[in-house]
């Protein structure tokens, strides 16, 4: 009979349940196909485990996984297989794992895992939330082929404002609910706006959806070129995004939703404390010759950046034409038609748009210099002629300042959604804002704890193991989607998060937090495996377990009767 021996169980047996309850392993292993190896656990599982080491509290991940999985309960981490050594969980094994995937199409593991997901779950599938972020990268990578099959680490438009780093783009893609189901890993240098462009060609493809059944993408400003939405048009799907600058109708939107002044109330779209208030104003407009909806928002907070930017723009227009005003007043002019000409001309030169300029044209008798050098005679006669001199005093245009001050609060939201009965500005409002799904998908994936696990040498590796971490986000917001579910409802009670604040919409890390430091024992009596929880859970862990879907079964192998009578005839 073996030693009682202690382990961690922490919320590792949840995530094993919720990747169980899809079959994770088996939907990676019919992806990838059976591999010809004397490996014990197989790719699937293995997989699993990579998910567990990724979302697990250590600072380093993808190193030393034995070490890892050392003080753990791996039967309670991949309830399918109770069988797994210690010693059979290693770094090189996670490299072959890792090669396996890249060999069957990354991005194809993923969609298959993501489309399992959604059928699980019942995920709603009909809006999605599209956006791109890059994840910077040391070292030089300088063995790698441009344009071939592996996404090629450069040097790009980096968002973490390291343009001195290399880097891959990471694309993603959204429920409404935060739960990636989309997702491509392209160049370092790869477009928004071309990445964009893939997508909406493949939308429908992989969410697995006919042409007549509702899609509604909903992206950042990227999304909206030309090109982009002439294939939007060619495949049948509705968008959502912001109407860029580059497009001249966005400013005379602008404009004209201040001369009509017909806001629309909206209100707040959020609880948070200090959230803006919206108006709205509606009207039908056309790019390339096809009608879209525009929704001018006015924020009673204004854009901060746009703000600074502004005032940076009046502050350089003040220094650019001071220093012509100098120089133009102290030019003489013949007669005072010439001064006024000049001061058109400057207006026609210079566009003032901020400042307006007071002149005044002063009148002045000068003495005419000599033509000759020296000492002048006694009865020589001195000349006067009458020159004409412009003052400019420059002033800023309070109500032109005050008219872009308003513009800095305003944005212009486009869409195919015509129908303003079944989409009012609100709920398009609240979908474009929902963008915030896939920014918490940034965060995760932005970790500065990854740095261990992006440290590999093959770029194929790196890029499987991003779309592995990218699975990892799927079991974690899943986690996070039942729980906020299951407490939506009223009269449920909130639980406890974070520092025991009661809440109903917890996230995942405050999960995490509250289901960790639960020990277990474990015994092997004979071939039996027996494991259980020495005392009993807290009353906010038991509601998190209930919640999550599971009973407390999931922290024990064998009854503790079969335990108590296999003790009893061992005595």
């Not at 044209?361 to 006694?378: A, D, N, S, V």
């Not at 509250?514 to 277990?520: D, H, K």
């Not at 929880?533 to 919640?547: G, S, V, Y």
Request: glycine share 6%.
């Amino acid at each position: 009979m073996n030693t009682i021996e202690p382990y961690r169980g922490d919320y590792y047996p949840i995530l094993g349940q919720l990747m169980n309850e899809m079959d994770l392993a088996g939907v990676i292993n019919e992806t990838v196909g059976i591999e010809r190896s004397q490996a014990k656990v197989d790719i699937g599982t293995f997989t699993c485990l990579i998910i567990h080491n990724l979302l697990g509290d250590v600072n380093i991940r993808l190193y030393r996984m034995n070490e890892f999985f050392g003080d753990k309960a791996l039967p309670l981490m991949v309830p399918w297989n109770h069988d797994i050594d210690i010693n059979d969980i290693n770094d090189d094994r996670a490299a072959r794992v890792l090669d396996a995937i890249w060999d069957a199409d990354p991005q194809k593991v993923f969609s298959t895992v993501s489309y399992a997901a959604i059928k699980v779950h019942d995920l709603e599938t009909n809006i999605i939330h599209g956006d791109t972020t890059s994840r910077t990268f040391e070292g030089a990578y300088d063995k790698q082929e441009e344009h071939g099959d592996v996404p090629f680490i450069t040097h790009g438009f980096n968002k973490d404002h390291r343009p001195d780093l290399k880097q891959l783009v990471f694309g993603v893609g959204t429920t409404i609910e935060g739960v990636p189901v989309m997702a491509e890993i392209a160049d370092g240098n790869e477009s928004d706006k071309t990445l964009n462009g893939r997508w909406v060609k493949s939308l429908r493809t992989q969410l697995r959806k006919e042409d007549d059944e509702p899609l509604i993408y909903v992206a950042d400003s990227s999304l909206i070129t030309v090109p982009n939405l002439r294939l939007i048009d060619k495949y049948h799907i509705n968008i959502i995004s912001r109407l860029p600058g580059i497009f001249a109708i966005e400013n005379q939107l602008k404009r004209s939703a201040i001369e009509h002044n017909k806001w629309k109330h909206i209100g707040k779209i959020s609880e948070e404390k200090g959230a803006a208030v919206y108006k709205s104003w509606d009207t039908t407009d056309m790019i390339d010759n096809r009608a879209y909806r525009f929704i001018v928002v006015k924020s009673d907070q204004k854009d901060k950046r746009k703000l600074k930017a502004l005032d940076k723009s009046v502050k350089k227009e003040k220094e650019d034409i001071s220093v012509k005003l100098k120089k133009i007043q102290k030019r003489p002019f013949a007669c005072k038609r010439d001064a006024e000409i000049e001061t058109e001309k400057l207006f026609k030169k210079h566009r003032v748009t901020y400042h307006r300029i007071d002149w005044k044209i002063k009148k002045k008798e000068e003495r005419i210099k000599r033509k000759r050098r020296g000492r002048p005679k006694r009865n020589e006669t001195v000349q006067y002629r009458t020159n004409y001199y412009l003052k400019g005093d420059l002033r800023k245009d309070k109500d032109v300042y005050k008219k872009e001050q308003e513009l800095c609060g305003l944005f212009v939201l486009i869409t195919t959604l015509q129908d303003t009965d079944k989409y009012p500005s609100k709920s398009i409002l609240e979908r474009y804002k929902g963008q915030g799904n896939v920014e918490r998908i940034f965060k995760f994936l932005k970790n500065p704890a990854w740095i261990g696990a992006f440290c590999l040498k093959k770029t194929e590796r790196l890029v499987a193991l991003g779309y592995v971490l990218l699975m990892a986000a799927i079991v974690y917001t899943l986690w996070e989607r039942r729980v906020r579910k299951a407490l939506e409802p009223e009269g449920v009670e909130p639980i406890e998060g974070l520092n025991r604040i009661k809440t109903k919409k917890p996230t995942a890390f405050a999960l995490q937090i509250v289901m960790s430091r639960i020990l277990i024992l474990s015994q092997r009596i004979d071939e039996t495996l027996f494991i259980w929880l020495p005392k009993p859970l807290n009353p906010n862990q038991k509601r998190i377990i209930e919640l999550s879907g599971f009973s407390e079964d999931i922290y024990s192998i064998g009854t503790k009767d079969d335990l108590e009578k296999i003790l009893g005839l061992i005595k």
